[in-house]
């Protein structure tokens, strides 16, 4: 306490009286406060690139101010959390006294961390395909502590590009501010994943593959965000990011386009194309606290991150969602085990999505997990409700007319069309999602430590009024085929939603100092996987409007044929049991 009001020789000498009779112990402190220091001179060396401003700014001293200890550690801390330098320790911050003047000089020794991060990810995904992803940043361009980023993510099915730019304090105020701009492009054609999942290749009919969804997503958009600490001392940031994207939704099947126009995320009906154009403006405020000593190898401390994404509304744009989000993290060493020379990490995050005002949540940004940053064992994006969607489609079929007879007194084979309505397997994503994430993290030599972890995690569908089909579509089905009962959401696959699924394994990291991050190979075996028999019901067949068949045809020739050629279908539906991969990154 003294020491932070400059006494920084303050010493107690405790006087005690003991009471025999009343068992009692009286214990005075006499204080010796000693001299109040103030700082002399502040001195920084071995930052050959970065600019003494850069570091001094973090520094919650000025030279004259009288000497904090506690402000002195707090400024180590921040400087540490920056990722400029290799990790800052007590000997590294010196405190030289000049007891005749009552002053201090403060120096802080820096060795300075390559300014350039380069990460590489690569593998094969059930569903993004053969895949290699390379981002670069530099987090002290030109030694001004500003962050330049580029990234690239190529492969079968997803291409990504981002460029961004952060200063970390404007106009010489701590008020970060950024941007960043990114352009993507997704393929996906359910037949395949299909096939992959059931581990086997279906020779699909094109009349079926025409149902099943095969589409391109093109993404083009921007973002820009600011935020600024509470107080000068506080490790809690206010925040504010805006941004605003263009996506298009290419669709080569009839199934792509009932999926999105029927469950109509837009809110656009009748002959108005609701796959181009889609226009998203999204404001999101956020309350950060951290106080993780470390960016990189973290060893202590904590952090919160809460935000709550609107978008639509009186923003502007076509797509009406609101998106709360969280993040907590907590880094401590274990003092038990190991005396604190181990490190126990933990991470849980969650979210929840809805549309409002007559709309739902465009069927892209709902929650997927999978993959190296939340349940290593699965495949990216693999773990997802299922649903059926409901669609109709025409069917040629062949006859004998009863009302026509040829010379011989036959009747004449004819053709004709006839409604069919059919359920399709897809994967809309929850609309809740959360991830838990244990890590007990051991140095063996050098860069290179280990980690066993343990993933969990689920994402879940609470509301399904926000897979609500077009009211539209829903009636001309129901009018279509009035002897069948259709619910105006999608149908969840049972067994399907509100599984957890679990992860654990262990994982090796090199800490490359070329290009400045953690290389990791790590091997997954899933405790909690999805096995399951999914079942997808038989068709449903009608007699089309203004185009009947000869009376008793459709009952006594057309079902008993479809009903052979089209019945219930059933899949052995199971995930992977254990997974091996390399990536250039952390989980958390």
Known sequence: ??????????????????????????????????????????????????????????????????????????????????????????????????????????????????????????????????FIGLNYQTNNFLGLGETLSFGVDWGDRMKNFLFGFTEPYLFDRPI??????????????????????????????PAVRNQLLNYDQDTVGFTVFASYPLRRWSFTRLGLTY??????????????????????????????????????????????????????????????????????????GNVNMLQPTFEFKHFRPDRFLSRGRHTLAFRVLGGFLTGFAGKVAPPYSRFFLGGED????????TISPMALIPQQSTMSVIFYDPTQLDPEGNP??????????????????????????????????????????FDAGLTTVTRRSQLRLNEAGLELLRKTFPGVSLEPELTLVPGTNRQVRTSTGIEFVINLPIINAPFRLY??????????????????????????LPPGVFATQILPQLGLLIPARSYNYSEPLRSFRFTVSRTF
């Open 1 to 130: 306490l003294y020491s932070s009001m400059g006494f920084i020789n303050c010493t107690t000498v405790p006087e005690t009286e003991i009471d025999d009779e009343h068992r009692i112990i009286d214990l005075t402190l006499e204080l010796d406060t000693g001299k109040q220091f103030f700082v002399h001179r502040i001195e920084f060396l071995g930052n050959t690139s970065t600019r003494d401003k850069v570091i001094r700014r973090e520094i919650l001293l000025d030279e004259g101010a009288v000497f904090n200890s506690r402000a002195w550690e707090t400024s180590v801390l921040r400087l540490n959390q920056l990722g400029y330098f290799e990790e800052l320790k007590p000997e590294d911050a010196e405190v030289q006294q000049n007891a005749s003047e009552g002053t201090v000089d403060l120096t802080l020794k820096v060795k300075e961390r390559g300014r350039n991060t380069i990460g590489l990810t690569g593998g094969v995904s059930g569903l993004l395909g053969g």
């Open 176 to 205: 970060s501010t950024g941007f960043t701009f990114f352009v993507r492009k997704f393929e996906f054609d359910q037949a395949r994943e299909l096939a992959i999942l059931a581990g086997q290749r279906f020779d699909v009919d």
């Open 523 to 548: 091997w997954a075996y899933n405790l909690n996987r999805l096995r399951t028999l999914l079942t997808i019901p038989a068709a449903s067949f009608s007699e089309i409007e203004g185009a009947p």
């Open 374 to 381: 939340n349940i290593r064992g699965f495949d990216y994006w």
């Open 243 to 316: 941004s605003y994207e263009t996506s298009d939704l290419a669709c080569f099947s009839a199934g792509c386009s009932n999926l999105f126009e029927q469950l109509n995320f837009r809110g656009l009906a009748g002959q108005i194309n609701s796959l181009q154009g889609i226009r998203t403006s999204r404001i999101t405020p956020t309350l950060f606290y951290n106080t993780v000593n470390h960016p990189f190898e973290p060893t202590g401390g904590t952090s919160l991150f809460l935000g709550s994404t609107v978008q639509g509304g009186f923003l502007g």
């Open 412 to 453: 004449i084979l004819r053709f004709g069309n006839i409604n069919v309505l059919s359920n399709t397997l897809t994967f809309p994503g929850g609309d809740t999602q959360v991830v838990a994430n244990f890590e007990y993290r051991i140095p063996l030599a050098g860069p290179v430590s280990m980690a066993l972890f």
